[in-house]
């Protein structure tokens, strides 16, 4: 883990595997693994590095207008943010076990994945299967957490979904 070069707001960090891993868009069991495992870290890591850890998101951007190609995690103290995703969980709709639409989405595409029932690995693959299929990293994507609900993970993309299929 690293202080972010340019930081977006005071405590921006950056945090990376161990070994060089792709992006979500690359190499499906690598980085589900990789993901998941950092996503076991963002509680602990917010509430050690972060005055308010409760306005703590993690973020893995990939695709269109992306500088580093291999996976990485941002981890921000964004109360805006946070609120935001908090008011969309709010208004969830289950598609199905692990995937829930919402009635407040924050962009065009906005699917929050439920990662207590099935496990991080598996939905990472699920999300992974969904940047392919809808071509989201032509337009580039976001996979955000909120520190105080890490099991939920929204994938939003960045403008218009190209191939965008509706779940």
């Known amino acids: ?20 891993t792709p992006g979500l868009d690359g190499a499906p069991g690598a980085t589900a693994s990789a993901l998941a ?3 076991r870290l963002i509680p602990p890591l917010a509430r050690a590095h972060f005055e308010r850890p409760a306005s ?7 695709g269109a207008r992306q500088d580093v190609r291999l996976l990485h995690m941002h981890l921000l103290a964004d109360t805006e943010l946070a609120v935001s995703l908090r008011t969309a969980e709010a ?9 829930a639409l919402t009635r407040q989405p924050l962009q065009p595409l906005h699917l929050c994945y ?13 999300v992974q299967s969904r940047v392919a299929k809808d071509r989201l990293a032509d337009g580039g994507y976001s996979l955000l957490a909120r520190a105080a609900q ?6 939003m993309a960045n403008g218009e979904p190209n191939g965008y299929s509706s779940p």
Do not use: K, Q, T, W
């Not at 703590?56 to 990939?62: R, S």
């Not at 439920?114 to 699920?126: K, L, Q, S, T």
């Open 1 to 20: 883990m690293l202080h972010h070069p340019r930081p977006e707001s005071p405590g921006h960090m950056l945090l990376l595997p161990r070994n060089r």
């Open 37 to 39: 495992a950092m996503l």
């Open 56 to 62: 703590v998101i993690a973020v893995v951007n990939g």
């Open 91 to 99: 208004y969830l709709i289950p598609a199905c076990d692990d995937l």
């Open 114 to 126: 439920r990662c207590d029932r099935f496990g991080p690995v598996d939905i990472i693959a699920e």
């Open 150 to 155: 890490p099991a939920l993970l929204h994938l």
